[in-house]
């Protein structure tokens, strides 16, 4: 199970229906916000969790603190702006697994088949 955390509704969607339309990820949830992805997470268990950088009310980066804080073992990719050099160093060492540009859906796809062990297409 895919755990997708944006606040964005239409983007949120989205990647849900990416997710599910592509072959392993029959299984996603999703969350608007920290306190939605934290219950998910203690109720479902993730295999994996993708959250946004920008978020209503906190940032991607404290979501997946708190996240690491109940799940330390759950992989966490952070989708960001183009430019995402900047917050890599501080996002990588907040736990979180890989920081990917919202650009290249083809990447974050190909990391998250391979983090679920789903293999390539």
Known sequence: MILIVVGDNAFR???YTLFESCYGFNTCVDARNGGEAIAKTKQLLPR?????????ETNGLQIARELKEIAPELPIFLLTPDNYLDIEKEALSCGITAVFSKQDMATLLANARSVCGFGTP
């Open 13 to 15: 969607k989205h990647l």
């Open 48 to 56: 994996l969790a993708i959250v946004d950088f920008s978020m209503p």
